[in-house]
T-cell receptor
Framework: TQLLEQSPQFLSIQEGENLTVYCNSS?????LQWYRQEPGEGPVLLVT?????EVKKLKRLTFQFGDARKDSSLHITAAQPGDTGLYLC????????????FGQGTELSVKP | SAVISQKPSRDICQRGTSLTIQCQVD?????MFWYRQQPGQSLTLIAT?????????ESGFVIDKFPISRPNLTFSTLTVSNMSPEDSSIYLC????????????FGPGTRLTVL
């Protein structure tokens, strides 16, 4: 069974702090996506990582894909209240085209 | 990216009634997906809806409870039938983006409360 384990589930930090969210699997990912969902909205795609060892940056967000493509991380530097939301990792189902497998989600709260 | 709208954005319904949620996309897409989400939690896929064929339901979801229509390449509906308080949730539709990596674009969701 293809599972994505995401940690931590909850994170409450002060503005200006750094944080890292992890997404792991026992299976190799073909690719991995990170989404952010703000309250009252649907998830929005942040980034897709494809190549083992890949690093992508989106302003204060840094996404890494493990060399073996079994894990990924999202690091936020100097978090701001606007970063508050639910962060989800997702990967394509290994044999059911179009479907995504989602991690359990990390609910981030950044307090001013 | 696709722009997706959902109607209604929220509703409060009585148990035993049914609610139909609409999902409209601004471009033609082959695959549409319907999800259920408890606030603060991850997404649970209900079914995949392809135009011209019956929806494919995930384990634990049945057509009698969640009938889906997909009349064309830009529109789909999900009906939540004979509702109970356990059906209170956020319902989201999504469409596939770039076929290469199966990214999805999501609607804003419908927040359903069943009394």
């Amino acid at each position: 069974t293809q599972l994505l384990e995401q940690s931590p589930q909850f994170l409450s930090i002060q503005e200006g702090e750094n944080l890292t969210v992890y997404c792991n699997s026992s299976s190799v990912f073909s690719s991995l996506q990170w989404y952010r969902q703000e309250p009252g909205e649907g998830p929005v795609l942040l980034v897709t990582v494809v190549t083992g060892g890949e690093v992508k940056k989106l302003k204060r967000l840094t996404f890494q894909f493990g060399d073996a493509r079994k894990d990924s991380s999202l690091h936020i530097t100097a978090a701001q209240p606007g970063d508050t939301g639910l962060y989800l990792c997702a990967s394509p189902h290994y044999n059911q085209g179009g479907k995504l497998i989602f991690g359990q989600g990390t609910e981030l709260s950044v307090k001013p | 990216s696709a722009v997706i709208s959902q109607k209604p954005s929220r509703d409060i319904c009585q148990r035993g009634t049914s609610l139909t949620i609409q999902c409209q996309v601004d471009s033609q897409v082959t695959m549409m997906f319907w999800y259920r989400q408890q606030p603060g939690q991850s997404l649970t896929l209900i079914a995949t809806a392809n135009q011209g064929s019956e929806a494919t339901y995930e384990s634990g979801f049945v057509i009698d409870k969640f009938p889906i229509s997909r009349p064309n390449l830009t529109f789909s509906t999900l009906t939540v039938s004979n509702m109970s308080p356990e059906d209170s949730s956020i319902y989201l539709c999504s469409v596939e983006g770039a076929a290469v990596y199966n990214e999805q674009f999501f609607g804003p969701g419908t927040r359903l409360t069943v009394l």
